[in-house]
C-alpha cells in the first residue's frame, strides 16, 4: 500500500512540475550558439534592476505557468540587463558598457546594446528570428492576455504577412486566448 501512495504521489509532483515549468534563461551568445544547433526565435527580456514595472513582468507574467511552458517550448529566453557589463559580439560587433560603474546604486549607464536595439523603455521584451534578426520590440510591462497573442504571432511567423499597425490590431481583436490568467 505505502508503494502505491508513493508512486501516486511522486507521479502528481511529477505533472505539478512539469506544468508550472520555469523559464531557463540564458546570455544572448548562449542562445545565438543554441540557435545554430536547434533554429528557435529569442525572446529577449531587457530590464534594469531599478525598474519596478520589470520585475512584475517577472513574477505576473514570466511566473505565469501557460507563458513561462510556452516560452520554454517555443524560444530560447535571454535575459538582458540594459545597465550590465556584459560584453558579447552581435553581427560581428563587440558590444559592451564602458561608463559602467560598479559602485552606482540604482541608475547605471545605458549599454551598447541597448542603444543598438533602440531601446528607450523598461522593460522591453525583443523577438528575434531564427538567424539572429531583430523582429519586433513590445515595451512597457505586458500581462499574461497582453503578452500571449504576441508570443504566438511571433512564434507562427505570422507577423510576417503584416503590412502596417492595423494589421497587428486586427490579429489581437481576432486571437483565440488560451492561456489562464
Not at 545565438?32 to 526565435?41: C, D, E, G, M, N
Not at 504571432?153 to 502596417?164: L, N, Q, S, T
Request: charged share 25%; aromatic share 18%.
Amino acid at each position: 500500500m505505502g508503494i502505491i501512495k508513493t508512486f501516486i504521489l511522486l507521479f502528481f509532483s511529477l505533472i505539478k512540475i512539469s506544468y508550472s515549468q520555469q523559464i531557463v534563461w540564458m546570455s544572448l551568445d548562449e542562445a545565438l550558439r543554441a540557435q545554430k544547433i536547434k533554429p528557435k526565435k529569442i525572446i529577449m527580456d531587457v530590464y534594469t534592476k531599478w525598474c519596478g514595472p520589470c520585475r512584475l513582468l517577472d513574477k505576473k507574467t514570466f511566473g505565469n505557468p501557460d507563458v513561462s511552458r510556452y516560452i520554454s517550448q517555443n524560444f530560447y529566453a535571454v535575459k538582458f540587463n540594459a545597465e550590465g557589463n556584459s560584453e558579447f559580439f552581435f553581427y560581428d560587433k563587440k558590444f559592451s558598457n564602458p561608463n559602467y560603474n560598479p559602485d552606482r546604486k540604482g541608475r547605471n549607464s545605458t549599454h551598447d546594446f541597448t542603444k543598438f536595439l533602440g531601446i528607450r523603455g523598461y522593460p522591453t521584451i525583443v523577438f528575434f528570428s531564427e538567424e539572429g534578426d531583430p523582429i519586433i520590440p513590445l515595451t512597457g510591462y505586458f500581462n499574461v492576455r497582453q503578452i500571449e497573442p504576441y508570443l504566438k504571432m511571433i512564434k507562427r511567423g505570422d507577423y510576417a504577412v503584416f503590412k502596417d499597425s492595423d494589421d497587428i490590431e486586427k490579429y489581437i481583436e481576432n486571437f483565440t486566448y488560451r492561456f489562464r490568467q
